[in-house]
């Protein structure tokens, strides 16, 4: 059975977030075998957040909460892809849409995301 | 001026490879310093290859460049987008147009992606 190749990674591997719909890349993030297993059990994409140390259901906090419609898995087995219905139109922590919501113009990235939530009003 | 943040990834960041015209998502690859730089002057998508150690001019050997049309940066610099145009409609050297190809159906991968050329004919 072909499944995610966490041990070369430290245990990690990353997962690439697109919007189901729009196609729309969301955010990246990254999975041990736990948060992997507790997806695939829930059908919530979970990480593990790298900063905390901790396992991350997305949208714990939020409300934001992205329902797994697909999952496709890379030739080298070391990068995941989730397609998911982003729940509230908004995946990054700062209030866009996406967290790719800069992009290189010139010498400089500037803004161009859609701004959904004022992260002030969500995270208390 | 914004940047990718190499030192926290040990000199290397993700960049997500998405085609600018489908939104499919084609590949991830890491990119160090040198290979950001070598990008942005060339507008050719070049990473680092960590299983070679090496930069890495993506279609130097196949001939299937990524011409880059945009670039993003997510909310904590720590990840790269690229925007493409992939050369030879394909991306993944197994011969797929992207390197996931593979869909969790049931318990496994099932393939779903486009071949588009026979590795052994390109790849000599």
């Known amino acids: 059975m072909i499944e995610p190749n966490f041990p070369q990674g430290d245990g990690l591997v990353p997962a690439i977030v697109q919007d189901a719909e729009t196609k729309e890349i969301l955010m990246l993030a990254y ?3 736990q948060s ?3 997806t695939l059990r829930t ?11 901790s396992l991350w259901v997305k949208g714990e906090t939020s ?4 329902l797994v419609e697909a999952i496709f898995i890379d030739c080298d087995n070391d990068t995941i892809l989730l397609q998911v219905k982003q729940i509230g139109e908004a995946a990054c922590h700062t209030g866009y849409k996406s967290c790719f919501y800069r992009k290189l113009d010139g010498k400089d990235f ?3 995301g859609e701004k959904i939530f004022n992260p002030k009003e969500v995270y208390k």
Chains 1, 2 share one sequence.
Do not use: D, L, P
Not at 43 to 53: D, F, I, Q, V
Not at 63 to 66: I, L, M, P, R
């Open 31 to 33: 999975m041990n075998r």
């Open 36 to 38: 992997w297993e507790a």
């Open 43 to 53: 059908g919530r994409a979970t990480y593990w957040s790298r900063s905390r140390r």
């Open 63 to 66: 409300g934001n909460f992205q």
């Open 110 to 112: 500037v803004v161009v």
